[in-house]
């Protein structure tokens, strides 16, 4: 498994000597290759365990193994498979050009001033900049600079990349060359994503598993499919060819109907295979198209997040 | 490891090389300064007995800067890699925070040495003096460079975990002027200890004995050998410290945010 996270626990101490449990226990994995939406409202943990994964802040409790290396134990081994590109950071040298930041931050992950260029220069031709490769960040766009620092992060080519907010406050052409990037990156070689956005539509374009995390625990995991799917309604629009007549109209709405219009309306079915009993009583209109309405992430999250989390799963600690 | 110290040189090269008129500000400073210590030098000493002396004081004067460089550049690159947003990425290396640091101290010495070394022989050259200076003055000057890194990892674990350290190394500074100055090496009794524990003390000792009395280095009684037992010391102080300073740092989860 390339990361492990087993039963991260994460307490501080506040400044009125209270201790609260920012992460209580957080446990997941992620393959090569796949892309997790670590996903939860303002304080809820993602960033402690973001954090906690990278090293940077240690927790209480549990462990974090990448590629088999514990970062508690063989940190500096657990590093080298790991790239970053941290919200609220800027990443780079702006003073350096994204040439100097690679040969920089290429050097003390261990590559030679050569290999740091080389691969530099192919990350920035993969994200069609390689004729910004001689200005300095500073220079450079919002959108460049978050670029050059997903390139930056990957100039060790590690095999699992941590995004916290990547496409936060970028325009949409630059939103949507990451977002490109990203899924080929994973897909096509093999690195391990774990995201954390608060846009949906972009972790839902993203993710192949979504997580949740609300007050430190995770309240949802699961392959974004089973995520939507267990959150899609059994509504269905039904489209016709024709206005039915009064009477097929009549038969539709004793089967629970809502018109939305002459040829169109909206049913909530407790089976699906209740979709022929409402084409059957409508004949001989022609019901032309059927569709499933599907959740979007947004409403998944917003309809999971609405429920507090389980009681089982507060602890209150006091100091 | 090699690697990282080319990437540390090449990154202080490129900025010193990208804004020429800090350089050369700051080459002017180093310039006058040693101009200043010729001219002053030669005024108080007198021509017949200038060599020596003047040596004695560049010298000094140059370990000394290059020490307070030493102190300064560890504590001051954490500040300033927090407010560039960049700090979480150098702890992100697998080489760890503590060799990072000393690898960027290295670069900053080797290229303030460089300056020095450049600026002596460039006043030597318009004043027309020229200074005799021992090449075994380069080992209490490694010494000096040791226990001063050895500093420097306190103030950058003062840093790490209190988020400011400017005061504290103004203090400092003012404390090892004092430790330089005062004859540490002529106490006796249990003060001998102070002399031979006190940061840059038997160093100093070292090489107030090899300059004004003329001591070779291995001539020096017990100087040396008290020289790297406190360099080795200092070093060790400072890597402990900034070791539990990570640690601490990491569990309060303030490695950011500055």
New interface residues.
């Given amino acids: 498994m390339l990361l492990e996270v087993g039963g991260l626990v994460k307490r501080y101490k506040t400044k009125d000597r209270q201790i609260v449990e920012a992460v209580r226990g957080i446990r997941f994995t992620l393959s090569a290759g796949a892309i997790l939406a670590f996903l939860g409202p303002n304080g809820a943990g993602k960033t402690t365990t973001i954090k906690m994964i990278a090293g940077l802040v240690r927790p209480d409790d549990g462990d974090v193994t990448v590629e088999g290396h514990s970062l508690s134990g063989r940190s500096g081994q657990a590093l080298r498979h790991l790239g970053a590109v941290l919200e609220g950071s800027r990443n780079l040298y702006w003073r350096l050009t994204p040439l100097e930041n690679f040969e920089y931050w290429g050097g003390i992950r261990g590559l030679s001033r050569k290999t740091a260029r080389d691969r530099g220069r192919e990350l920035m031709r993969e994200f069609g900049l390689e004729d910004k490769i001689g200005s300095t960040v500073q220079q450079l766009s919002r959108g460049m600079q978050q670029q050059v620092a997903i390139c930056a992060a990957l100039i060790h080519s590690p095999s699992l990349l941590l995004l916290d907010e990547p496409t936060l406050g970028l325009d949409l052409d630059a939103s949507d060359r990451i977002q490109d990037y990203v899924l080929r990156l994973a897909h096509e070689r093999g690195v391990g994503i774990l995201l954390t956005t608060h846009q949906m539509e972009v972790a839902q374009t993203l993710a192949d598993r979504i997580s949740i995390i609300q007050n430190g625990v995770l309240t949802l995991e699961g392959l974004k499919e089973d995520v939507l799917a267990r959150f899609t309604g059994s509504s269905y629009v039904f489209e016709l060819a024709e206005a039915p007549s009064a009477e097929a109209r009549l038969l539709a709405d004793d089967l629970g109907a809502a018109w939305t219009g002459e040829c169109e309306f909206r049913a909530v079915l407790d089976r699906p295979t209740d979709v022929y009993e409402i084409m059957r009583a409508l004949e001989p209109c022609a019901v032309v198209r059927v569709m499933r309405e599907t959740a979007d992430l947004a409403t998944v999250f917003r309809e999971h997040t609405r429920k507090p989390v389980p009681v089982e799963n507060i602890r209150e600690v006091t100091a | ?1 090699l ?2 110290l ?3 040189w ?2 202080e090269w ?2 010193l090389r ?2 020429p008129t800090e350089l050369l500000s700051e080459l002017a400073v180093i310039v006058l300064v040693f101009y200043g210590l010729f001219l002053g030098g030669s005024y108080m000493a007198g021509g017949a007995i200038l060599g020596g002396r003047l040596s004695d004081i560049i010298v000094g004067y140059a370990l000394w800067t290059l020490s307070m460089m030493s102190v300064g550049t560890m504590g001051w690159t954490i500040s300033n890699e927090a407010q ?13 925070a503590a060799l ?1 640091l000393l690898l960027r101290n290295m670069a900053n010495v080797v290229i303030g040495l460089l300056f020095t070394i450049l600026t002596l022989f460039s006043v030597m050259a318009i004043t027309g003096h020229y200074l005799f200076i021992s090449p075994w003055d380069i080992v209490p000057g490694l010494l000096m460079i040791a226990s001063a890194t050895g500093l420097g990892y306190l103030v950058a674990s003062v840093t790490i975990l209190m988020k400011r350290s400017q005061q504290l190394l103004n203090l400092l500074q003012f404390i090892l002027l004092f430790l330089i100055m005062a004859p540490t090496a002529s106490l006796g009794g249990p003060w001998r200890w102070l002399a031979i524990m006190a940061p840059f003390s038997p160093v100093v000792a070292l090489l107030r004995s090899m300059m004004t009395q003329g001591a070779a280095l291995l001539g020096t009684g017990n100087w040396l050998l008290w020289s790297v037992v406190n360099a080795v010391l200092w070093l060790l102080i400072g890597l402990l410290v900034f070791a539990w300073a990570q ?1 601490k740092a ?4 303030n ?3 500055y």
């Fill in positions: 490891m690697h990282a080319s990437a540390e090449r990154r490129v900025q990208r804004y560039n947003g960049t700090l979480e990425q150098v702890f992100l290396s697998p080489y760890g990072i640690k990491r569990r309060r989860g490695l950011s945010h």
